[in-house]
C-alpha cells in the first residue's frame, strides 16, 4: 500500500472521481443522479475549504470553478441554468442543507445514514416531540402542522398556510424551511421554474421506505459507512478535515478510523508532501 503521495496526485485522482475534467463534465439529468449515486453524497455548490465532491463543479466539468452569480453577465450563468434542470429528481434523492449548512445532495444508498446521525426514527409526529421539548422553533412547527394536513405543497401556498405571505415575514420563513431541512424534517421534492417555487413534503412521507432502514442501522455503523465513502471519493484526507466536513467530535471520528482500519478499508500513517497533517488513505 502506498504511504507517500503529492498533493497533485490526490487532487488528479480527485478529477476522475469527482468529474471534473471536460470529457467527464455531467450533462443530463441521469448522468447527475449517477453522480450522486457513486459519490453518496455531495455538495451542489463549491465550498471553500470543504474536501467534497460538488455537483456544480462536475457539470463546469473543472477542478475549480467560479462560483455562480446571479447575474447574466456571469460567465457560467448557462450553465447555472442547466444545473437546475440536471438535478435529480427530488424523491430520486435528498436534497438540503445538510452538511456545514450547505446545499447537499443525498443518495437514498446513504440517505438512512444520514437520518441514523439525527438520532431519530422518522415517525410522523415526531416533531411534535422536539419541539416539546424546545428542538423545534414555533415557526418551524407551524410549517410541519400544514405539511401533515396537506403535502406535498408549494412555497407560495406554504406561507400562505403559515401566515407568512408578506414580504417582512419571508426571512424568518426562510429560516425555519432551513431548520427543518438540516434537521431532516422536510425534502424537497419538486422545483418549478415558470414561476421559479419549490415543493416541501415530510420526509416520513417521501422516503419511507429508507427510513424504515433507520431502526437497524447504529450512530458508529452510520459514521463509518458514511466515513468509508468519503474516503472512497476523496482517497487520502485528515482528522482535521474530517471535523470540518462532518462537525464530528474528534473522539468519534477516532473510533469510525479505528473501525475502517481493522475492516481493511483505510491504512494510518500516510504522508503528503508538503503537509504537516497525519493522513489516512483509501485501499483501493
Not at 44 to 59: D, G, I, K, R, Y
Not at 200 to 213: D, G, M
Request: include cysteine; proline fraction near 5%; glycine fraction near 6%.
Amino acid at each position: 500500500m502506498k504511504l507517500d503521495y503529492t498533493w497533485e496526485a490526490i487532487e488528479s485522482r480527485r478529477d476522475r472521481i469527482h468529474r471534473r475534467a471536460p470529457g467527464l463534465a455531467v450533462r443530463t439529468k441521469k448522468q447527475a443522479q449517477r453522480f450522486v449515486d457513486r459519490v453518496g453524497f455531495c455538495f451542489l455548490f463549491q465550498a471553500e475549504n470543504s474536501e467534497l465532491p460538488c455537483l456544480w463543479n462536475a457539470v463546469c466539468g473543472m477542478r475549480d470553478a467560479v462560483p455562480p452569480k446571479r447575474s447574466q453577465r456571469d460567465p457560467y450563468f448557462l450553465l447555472r441554468s442547466d444545473l437546475k434542470t440536471i438535478l435529480p429528481d427530488g424523491r430520486r434523492v435528498y436534497y438540503g442543507k445538510i452538511l456545514q449548512g450547505r446545499l447537499t445532495v443525498i443518495s437514498l444508498e446513504f440517505l438512512p445514514y444520514f437520518f441514523a446521525l439525527s438520532p431519530r426514527l422518522g415517525k410522523r409526529d415526531e416533531y411534535l416531540d422536539e419541539f416539546k421539548h424546545g428542538r423545534l422553533t414555533p415557526a418551524a412547527k407551524e410549517i410541519m402542522d400544514a405539511l401533515q394536513d396537506t403535502s406535498p405543497q408549494g412555497t407560495k401556498g406554504l406561507k400562505l398556510a403559515v401566515g407568512c405571505s408578506a414580504r417582512h415575514w419571508n426571512a424568518g420563513f426562510e429560516k425555519a424551511i432551513g431548520e427543518l431541512q438540516s434537521k431532516m424534517f422536510i425534502a424537497n421534492v419538486t422545483r418549478e421554474y415558470d414561476p421559479s417555487t419549490f415543493e416541501w413534503e415530510p420526509v416520513h412521507k417521501c422516503f419511507s421506505r429508507q427510513l424504515k432502514r433507520v431502526r437497524k442501522i447504529t450512530a458508529d455503523e452510520a459514521r463509518i459507512q458514511i466515513l468509508g465513502k468519503y474516503f472512497e471519493n476523496q482517497i487520502v484526507s485528515s482528522v482535521r478535515a474530517v471535523h470540518h466536513v462532518f462537525g464530528w467530535k474528534k473522539q468519534v471520528i477516532f473510533k469510525a478510523l479505528g473501525s475502517l482500519i481493522h475492516r481493511g478499508i483505510l491504512v494510518p500513517n500516510v504522508r503528503v508532501d508538503g503537509k504537516d497533517s497525519i493522513f489516512y488513505a483509501h485501499i483501493g
